[in-house]
């Protein structure tokens, strides 16, 4: 039993008759070759006849702009194996939206959730590539045109791997080319990582201020652990309970959250044992009865009881309202980590061990960051400021 074709049909539809009913066909050429698919599940009926008119009108116009994918027409058809496989034909808006959707399904928290738009939406440029075609000279020329800071530049790479991730997974890459590329490598001056935050430290004053003012314990745990330690956001948001050596005093940062995902450092000086002094030991003491027993991340969002998503959650609930409430002229929180490093340095730490505790590979940074305090202060030489009874600092 063959097609039959009908007189009221429209070109290029027949109607298959087999055992078991009808079926809705469509002809057209594509790359040379004479194609008919079947339009499966579909009633023969003047209206389906109707619909694969357009689909087929459809099929024509993509194949002219040389737009046309057969694999998402046509899943299942066996001219794949002529044309290509059905996933080849998902671009990366595809896979960036179906990354999104299951990190929804695992119910990660709403701010989470929301950086991750801000990501997807950032990499609009590169949603119309296939994922099949995206290559790293494609990301080399993305990340030069950013002009954002390369650690957002990072961010939204981080997510780009983990949904490309599902393109390896589905054999149309061998190669995550997110993998492939370093982002510092292409980046231009505005994004080198902290040149957009003025270095604009907290005053003592301020400093005491701000710890008072906090309107929740956990607040004031994070905040004055970061000052007396000089993490990263990020690093604050990954640092675990087993990351810390209260009889020798260290904290092990060896990871960093970004927009909610646990990784490795930006770099192998990030994967540091940072001494802790008194204060910071007290930060840690204090926030034993919040999160000590869960053995998993020191720092979370009281709100929620989850670690907290990354520096713009601290940022909004937590840092905003304290600043205010204090009195506190605003600065972001990175200024925690300034407020560490002028510290430091004005009371002569010994900018090798400043660096290393910094996670920078050597002074090379501070002098690019901090020239104008190391000026002020120059001529102090010690290896790190003297520690008193509780804590607290000695001026040299």
Not at 260 to 268: D, P
Request: glycine share 6%.
């Amino acid at each position: 039993m063959g097609s039959t074709k009908s007189p009221k049909l429209p070109r290029g539809v027949t109607i298959r008759k087999h055992s078991t009913g009808e079926t809705i066909n469509i002809t057209f050429t594509y790359k040379g070759v004479k194609c008919r698919e079947p339009l499966s599940n579909l009633e023969v009926n003047s209206k389906n006849i109707k619909y694969a008119e357009r689909t087929l009108g459809e099929i024509h116009n993509k194949i002219e702009r040389g737009t046309f994918n057969y694999g998402e027409h046509f899943p299942r058809s066996s001219r794949l194996k002529i044309f290509g496989n059905a996933s080849t034909g998902k671009t990366v808006k595809n896979y960036l939206d179906e990354y999104l959707v299951i990190c929804e399904t695992r119910k990660l928290s709403p701010s989470t959730i929301g950086g991750y738009k801000k990501c997807l939406n950032a990499l609009a440029s590169l949603h119309v590539f296939p994922a099949s075609e995206l290559t790293p000279a494609a990301l080399k020329t993305w990340i030069q045109s950013q002009k954002t800071t390369l650690k957002t530049i990072r961010n939204q790479l981080s997510f780009l791997r983990s949904a490309l991730d599902e393109a390896v997974t589905d054999g149309v890459l061998q190669i995550n080319p997110v993998s492939l590329v370093t982002a510092s490598r292409y980046q231009s001056s505005k994004t080198e990582d902290e040149s957009d935050y003025i270095v604009d430290p907290l005053s003592p004053a301020e400093v005491e201020a701000l710890l008072h003012a906090a309107g929740n314990k956990q607040w004031e745990n994070i905040f004055r652990f970061a000052i007396e330690t000089g993490l990263r956001s990020s690093e604050l948001c990954a640092l675990r309970w087993r990351d810390i050596d209260f009889i020798g005093k260290t904290a092990h940062v060896q990871n960093a959250s970004v927009v909610g995902i646990i990784k490795g450092t930006k770099t192998k000086a990030g994967t540091r044992k940072v001494e802790l002094t008194e204060e910071a030991l007290y930060a840690l003491t204090s926030q034993k009865p919040f999160t000590f027993m869960k053995d998993a991340t020191i720092f979370e969002d009281p709100k929620t009881e989850k670690p907290w998503a990354g520096a713009d959650a601290i940022r909004k609930k937590a840092w905003v309202p304290t600043l205010r409430k204090a009195g506190i002229r605003y600065r972001n929180p990175y200024q925690t980590r300034h407020t560490f490093a002028t510290r430091h340095i004005s009371r002569g730490a010994n900018l090798f061990w400043l660096a290393s505790q910094m996670g920078h590979k050597g002074p090379e940074m501070l002098f690019r960051h901090y020239g104008r305090y190391l000026k002020e202060y120059d001529g102090n030489t010690e290896k790190r400021p003297k520690l008193v009874s509780g804590g607290t600092s000695k001026e040299p």
